[in-house]
Each structure stands twice: as structure tokens, then as C-alpha cells.
């Protein structure tokens, strides 16, 4: 269920910043937790919460140290409050900044009134070392598979071009991609060809990273790289 990768991008509304130095930016994505306000809540025979803690586990064993964390949607399943007061009481022994996407699981109003006060956030951007990172949302209400809106697509040009990065990761939920799977392909990202055309008009987005498929992909697409 819940999965994570580790993203270290190298340097050549509100923004947080995290500082000015030339570092790489370390990033933890965390995707596709599907928890329930019940701790001992099961998604096809797993204890959902128990996943994610091994997970966050997992990463408090490594020899790294994240910048913030990137959690990019079905951070719940049953459609409850009390199912995101799990994921912020997990994710907030990590003392990072999450910044958090919906998806197709979620539950919008429900997530933002969750996660709008640091160190949460919702659809939200940072600059970091010459890195914009920018959250989309990618979900279509009632609807499994995925398609931005033109909304979205304008508030990610204006956070560009407002941004003196060099350097921009977009991030959602669903894939941009063909899996390889009938299933997964039929709720993918929608028009994933004007995806690639909005994104790469700027010329300073290098990475995209989604969820939604339970499985690892590290790929490169028109010149960006997606994971």
C-alpha cells in the first residue's frame, strides 16, 4: 500500500523556502497510505497504518536526511476526518514539512481543513537551492482515472514564472505514463500529451513525481524525468 522513494535533485499563495545554499534537494515521497480513522483498519487483508509506519521506519533506519516530505494523495480510504488525523500523527514524528496532493480517495474539503497549518500543507509550493516544487491537483470527482483542470495548469504557470528558480518538480497524483497494465492505464492521467505540453513550455521543469499505481517507475518522458 503505502510506498516510498527517495529524490535527490541536484542544483545547477505562500512559498516556503527551506534556504539559499547550492545543496542538492532531498525530497521523501511518500504516496498511497489509504489509511482508516480505525488504527487497525485493513485494505486488502493490510493494516494500512502499520505499512506506512514501516515505511517511515524505513526511512528513519537510512543514512539520509529528507528536506521536507512530498505525500501525493490516497492518504486516506473510509472518507473520514479522523483517518488524516492518523496521517498528520504518523507524519508528525518526522518533525519535516509535508506537503500534501489529493487523490482519487480523497476527500478535498476534508483534506484541506486536515492539513492548512504547517507543518502541513496543501497544493502548495517551495523553493528550495534553485528548485521550485509545486503540487497539482490531478483528481476528477467521482472518477478513478485523472485530469487537470485548466485552473491548475494556470496556477502552475503563474508559480513558474513568479519563481526565480532555475529548477522546477511537479508533483500528483495520477500517471502521466503508460504502466503496462490495462487496468492501470484506464485511470491514468487523462490527455497526458497536453501534460507533457504544458509542463515543458516553461523549459525549467526536470522532474514529475505521481502515485495512484502501488508500484515503482523511474522513467524519462520529453526530456523530464518522471518517477
Known amino acids: 500500500m503505502a510506498r516510498s522513494s527517495r529524490s535527490t535533485i ?7 523556502r527551506i534556504s539559499n545554499s547550492a545543496d542538492p534537494v532531498r525530497v521523501l515521497h511518500l ?10 483498519g485493513r485494505l486488502r487483508g493490510m493494516v494500512t497504518l502499520a505499512s ?4 517511515i521506519q524505513h526511512y528513519r533506519d537510512g543514512d539520509w536526511q529528507a528536506d521536507f516530505v512530498s505525500a501525493t494523495g490516497d492518504l486516506i480510504q473510509d472518507k473520514s476526518a479522523g483517518a488524516y488525523e492518523q496521517f498528520k500523527t504518523a507524519l508528525g514524528a518526522l518533525n519535516l514539512d509535508v ?7 480523497d476527500v478535498r474539503e476534508l483534506m484541506r481543513r486536515a ?9 502548495d509550493k517551495v523553493e528550495a537551492n534553485n528548485w521550485l516544487i509545486i503540487g ?3 483528481c476528477v470527482t467521482e472518477y478513478a482515472g485523472g485530469g487537470i483542470n485548466s485552473g491548475e495548469y494556470d496556477r502552475l504557470d503563474k508559480a513558474i514564472a ?9 508533483c ?15 485511470v491514468g492521467l487523462d490527455k497526458p500529451d497536453e501534460f507533457y505540453g504544458r509542463i515543458g513550455a516553461s523549459g525549467k521543469v526536470r522532474l514529475a513525481i505521481f502515485g495512484h499505481v502501488h508500484q515503482a517507475y523511474d522513467n524519462t518522458h520529453h526530456g523530464i524525468q518522471i518517477v
Open 172 to 186: 500528483l497524483h495520477h500517471p502521466p505514463v503508460v504502466m503496462g497494465s490495462a487496468w492501470l492505464d484506464s
Open 115 to 123: 492539513v492548512r497549518e504547517p507543518p502541513f500543507f496543501y497544493c
Open 31 to 40: 504516496t498511497d497510505p489509504h489509511l482508516f480513522s480505525d488504527a487497525a
Open 99 to 105: 506537503y500534501c496532493i489529493p487523490g482519487n480517495h
Open 10 to 16: 541536484a542544483t545547477n499563495g505562500r512559498v516556503g
Open 136 to 138: 497539482i491537483d490531478s
Open 52 to 55: 506506512l509506519s514501516d515505511v
Open 162 to 170: 513568479a519563481s526565480n528558480a532555475d529548477h522546477v518538480m511537479v
